[in-house]
């Protein structure tokens, strides 16, 4: 199938476009005299998936709306495709992107939003027509055409909106928080689509969101945002296997990570690491503890399993406090003194209501943080798991 790009020329599928590496070289963005986005540095090549991530006010959307041109960059440098993009408008970035909100045409069909940005390019009638073919039947779309979109529900729109930038065989994809409006099965759906769409173009793609499933299933590589600033860029499994800080291993991981408190003793041949729920051992060579009185050590809730040697190898102990059924699985809330640890496990196995209970943690599978700057100890030469 021909494909005709902007510049007139034509190509013999979407994979074969013309794609953009981006380079962010300590881009700043100022309101006035507030900052919220401090030197962002970043490089993202020719093909790649990142994922923006982070909470609620980390500044990844006006990250991306720079990237955009929605909105002005207030010092530092933009490059796509290596050529400075600061002050070119969106139209001329060669970019195309897609909207939380739809932003779609309420006067005109779905057709015709679909089309819209090809018609303004002036491609030939019969290339708009095949390409509509091939995004609505990927998307779902192809008995909607003739509609508006206050006729289609709120994730019909937003695969119309997809449509709309899918269409246009950009050098880069842009993706604003694309599917937090629809129902979890079409988000799901949508989810397997994109990255779908993204194996099969290989357009350099950037992506918001603030849901660490969609992150850790759709990207290459995270871009985990805090307060303004790149807190850890990495692979899901670096960023889940080897978080640098305990905000990372905090916001990474569902259930989310136990993070306690717990004081330091050399013992020799190892580190013994107490607190009010209990004790773990940890091997000198993982961590760097020389000299430390305390620390913030973190297990994920599969991480802890059913001690069955009486505490002689140290873990944590108390009464439970919640259970929350998750189908195989349940997830036992437990503690004393007023903290809580969680611990996954099957549901078969599941212990009652204010009974206590034991957990062992696997000493592999340990996090240790600074407890002042929240930094990880763990030793950058110890292999991921």
């Given at each position: ?27 700043i ?170 194996q ?25 945002l ?53 004790v773990?051992?940890v ?14 050590l973190?297990?994920?809730p ?6 069955t ?7 944590f ?69």
């Amino acid at each position: 199938m021909s494909r005709a790009d902007p510049s007139g020329s034509s190509d013999s599928s979407f994979s074969k476009q013309k794609m953009s590496a981006i380079s962010c070289h300590h881009i700043i963005k100022r309101y006035g005299e507030t900052q919220v986005v401090h030197e962002f540095d970043l490089e993202v090549a020719d093909n790649e998936f990142v994922v923006f991530l982070g909470p609620s006010g980390c500044g990844k959307s006006t990250i991306l709306r720079m990237l955009a041109g929605l909105e002005d960059i207030s010092g530092g440098d933009l490059h796509i495709a290596g050529r400075r993009v600061n002050d070119l408008p969106p139209q001329e970035r060669g970019i195309a992107m897609v909207f939380q909100n739809y932003a779609l045409y309420p006067h005109m069909t779905v057709r015709d939003n679909i089309a819209f940005g090809l018609k303004r390019l002036k491609v030939p009638k019969a290339e708009i027509d095949s390409r509509i073919k091939e995004v609505s039947d990927t998307l779902g779309l192809a008995r909607y055409l003739q509609r508006k979109p206050a006729e289609l529900s709120g994730g019909q729109q937003q695969r119309v909106a997809i449509a709309r930038a899918m269409i246009k065989t950009p050098k880069v994809f842009l993706f604003d928080e694309p599917l937090s409006n629809l129902d979890a099965k079409l988000r799901n759906h949508m989810r397997i689509e994109i990255a779908k769409l993204h194996q099969a173009l290989k357009t350099t793609t950037v992506y918001v969101t603030h849901d660490q499933h969609e992150a850790m299933t759709l990207a290459d590589r995270i871009v985990l945002l805090r307060d303004g600033r790149i807190e850890q860029v990495g692979t899901p499994r670096e960023i889940f296997e080897r978080p640098c800080s305990a905000f990372v291993a905090g916001f990474i991981g569902t259930p989310p990570m136990n993070l306690v408190e717990m004081s330091v003793k050399d013992q020799g041949g190892h580190f013994e690491l107490s607190g009010p729920d209990g004790v773990v051992h940890v091997e000198p060579h993982r961590f760097s503890l020389q000299g430390r009185e305390r620390v913030t050590l973190g297990i994920r809730p599969a991480h802890l399993r059913v001690d069955t040697n009486g505490g002689r190898h140290g873990g944590f102990s108390g009464e439970v406090q919640l259970i929350e059924y998750l189908g195989n699985e349940v997830l036992v809330n437990f503690g004393q003194d007023g903290s809580e640890i969680s611990a996954l496990m099957p549901s078969a196995q599941g212990p009652q209501l204010r009974e206590r209970v034991s957990f062992v943690a696997d000493p592999q599978q340990v996090h240790l943080f600074d407890i002042d700057t929240g930094a990880s100890l763990l030793r950058i030469d110890v292999p991921l798991h």
